[in-house]
């Protein structure tokens, strides 16, 4: 699995420790993390690596300010860091004696936690880093690199390497388990997960739809914030994503309401019941399934940029994805189908918003026009395109 990690991943970590005293790389669980930086460790032996759910490592930082001042030439990588919340203000006294660039790499998986923390006790002191599961960039290049292994299985190493679907299905029904009965419990949240696995399967279901609270909440008995409640704690334990709609100043009345996905096409699947290729294609969540995949790789390589969704009130116009960069603006347009068939609304949509350049995102290897400036492109070469304009 190793040797799956992104590059890109690694040097971003390098330029973020020179610029950064404290480093915190944020992510869902086995999403890479650690990989990430056992890796990166192999290549800088300054860096000392500390599991904190590991008794042994745990006790060598009994007394963290002896430990710190020990090994202050290194770059010290603290793993789970939010199991350990007392560590914060030694971290942050300890900064502020040596303010060295690189000192501190905080991993850990709850990140409304670790971001209260940080603004808490390391404001000014600390870069902040997400971590994705593998986005079609880092994988592509692989022997075994299959669109549709990526698509059905995910991003997270351990599904897109099982030996075979049914492996993968197992692994990810564990994971999902994991997630709702250890991992929320661990971050505070007294929700019972028989509760929390309701809501997350009738979000899959409307996986890639405008979210609609009220409706959730009398299904669920519950009230319209309990369930906002709910999915902001997903949102911030990376499950799920909600993409805001877009809004300028025009004549014309727009959706003003989120859509929802779960970011991980191999979580959506396994929550639905999808259990290979064949049987996705023959389901009605397949463009919206492609449609997050999509969104899921736009988010992991464009940097300094804004994304939302277009749609009119009336839903006359409409576009999946809009990028807008302080200096361009692109338009993606998402058809899980080779040939796509686009609407007089996707039309009507690049005529009010103008981008520079409109991409119609299908699963197809060779890229080709439609007009000027709108091309038919396959998923991995919008994700190279989109790493060249950031």
């Known amino acids: 699995m190793s040797h799956l990690i992104s590059r890109i991943s690694e040097k971003t970590v390098e330029k973020y420790l020179n610029i950064f005293p404290c480093v915190v790389i944020l992510g869902s669980r086995q999403c890479g993390k650690s990989t990430l930086m056992k890796m990166f460790g192999e290549r800088h032996t300054e860096m000392l690596y500390l599991d904190l759910q590991s008794r042994t490592d745990?006790?060598?930082?009994?007394?963290?300010?002896?430990?710190?001042?020990?090994?202050?030439?290194?770059?010290?990588?603290?793993?789970?860091?939010q199991l350990v919340p007392e560590l914060f203000d030694y971290l942050r006294t300890e900064i502020d004696r040596n303010r060295r660039h690189g000192?501190?790499?905080?991993?850990?998986?709850?990140?409304?936690?670790?971001?209260?923390?940080?603004?808490?006790?390391?404001?000014?002191?600390?870069?902040l880093i997400d971590l994705t599961p593998f986005c079609i960039g880092e994988i592509d290049s692989m022997e075994d690199y299959s669109l549709n292994r990526y698509w059905f299985r995910g991003g997270y190493p351990d599904a897109y390497r099982a030996t075979s679907d049914e492996s993968c299905c197992i692994w990810r029904e564990n994971f999902i388990r994991?997630?709702?009965?250890?991992?929320?419990?661990?971050?505070?949240?007294?929700?019972?997960?028989?509760?929390?696995?309701?809501?997350?399967?009738?979000?899959?279901?409307?996986?890639?739809?405008l979210l609609n609270a009220t409706n959730l909440a009398n299904i669920m008995d519950v009230s319209a914030p309990t369930i906002r409640h709910y999915i902001d704690i997903m949102e911030s334990t990376y499950i799920v994503r909600t993409l805001h709609p877009y809004y300028v100043n025009i004549k014309k009345r727009l959706t003003k309401t989120p859509r929802l996905y779960v970011r991980d096409s191999g979580l959506l699947h396994q929550i639905l019941g999808i259990q290979d290729f064949n049987a996705l294609m023959g389901h009605p969540i397949f463009g919206h399934s492609w449609e997050g995949m999509v969104l899921e790789n736009v988010y992991a390589v464009v940097h300094q940029a804004q994304i939302s969704f277009y749609r009119t009130a009336s839903g006359n116009e409409e576009m999946d994805i809009v990028v807008q960069y302080p200096d361009k603006t692109i338009a993606i347009e998402c058809k899980a189908g080779m040939t796509p068939n686009l609407t007089d609304g996707f039309w009507k949509a690049i005529e009010t918003l103008q981008p520079d350049e409109t991409y119609v995102v299908c699963p197809i290897h060779e890229s080709y026009s439609l007009r000027e400036h709108v091309q038919v492109i396959g998923l991995e070469e919008l994700v190279r395109k989109l790493i060249n304009f950031s």
């Open 58 to 81: 745990l006790n060598k930082i009994q007394d963290p300010s002896l430990f710190f001042r020990a090994n202050e030439d290194k770059t010290i990588c603290l793993d789970e860091i």
């Open 103 to 127: 000192r501190f790499v905080l991993l850990g998986s709850a990140s409304a936690n670790l971001i209260q923390k940080t603004s808490e006790s390391l404001a000014g002191r600390v870069g």
């Open 178 to 209: 994991t997630y709702l009965e250890r991992d929320i419990p661990q971050l505070g949240f007294t929700i019972a997960a028989p509760k929390m696995l309701r809501l997350l399967t009738m979000l899959a279901h409307s996986h890639g739809e």
